[in-house]
């Protein structure tokens, strides 16, 4: 059974600085990519990052670029989102998903497996 479970989301003021985590679970075989979405209240979902298995490197949305980083530990099956700087409008809930075929990696769309997300706020 495929599970992805996230952690790390609180409250910071702007400015401040937030580490998610990522820990996957269950696949019977690799995926394609991995990425975190966030989904902030009456907005759509939105790609944030994602990384592809067999390449270095992360993709990032324009709006995140610069100040977040994504990162992967792969003997502990974890993925991150490293958040600096953070804005208001990076309010949102978080969540991170994996494709098993090839896709655009930051198209909520087409990922095949999410977790439950977890919640970031920014506010002074």
């Known amino acids: 059974q495929v599970q992805l479970v996230e952690s790390g989301g609180g409250s910071v003021q702007p400015g401040g600085s937030l580490r998610l985590s990522c820990v996957t679970s269950?696949?019977?075989?690799?995926?394609?990519?991995i990425g975190w979405f966030r989904q902030a209240p009456g907005k759509r979902r939105q790609g944030v990052s994602c990384?592809?298995?067999?390449?270095?490197?992360?993709h990032y949305d324009d709006s995140v670029k610069g100040r977040f980083t994504m990162s992967r530990d792969n003997p502990k099956n974890t993925v991150y989102l490293q958040m600096n700087n953070l804005k208001p409008e990076d309010t949102a809930v978080y969540y991170c998903?994996?494709?098993?075929?090839?896709?655009?990696?930051?198209?909520?769309?087409?990922?095949?497996?999410w977790g439950n997300g977890t919640l970031v706020t920014v506010s002074s």
């Open positions: 998903a994996t494709v098993q075929s090839k896709y655009p990696c930051l198209d909520s769309y087409g990922m095949d497996y």
């Open positions: 990384m592809i298995r067999n390449e270095n490197g992360a």
């Open positions: 269950g696949f019977s075989s690799a995926y394609y990519a």
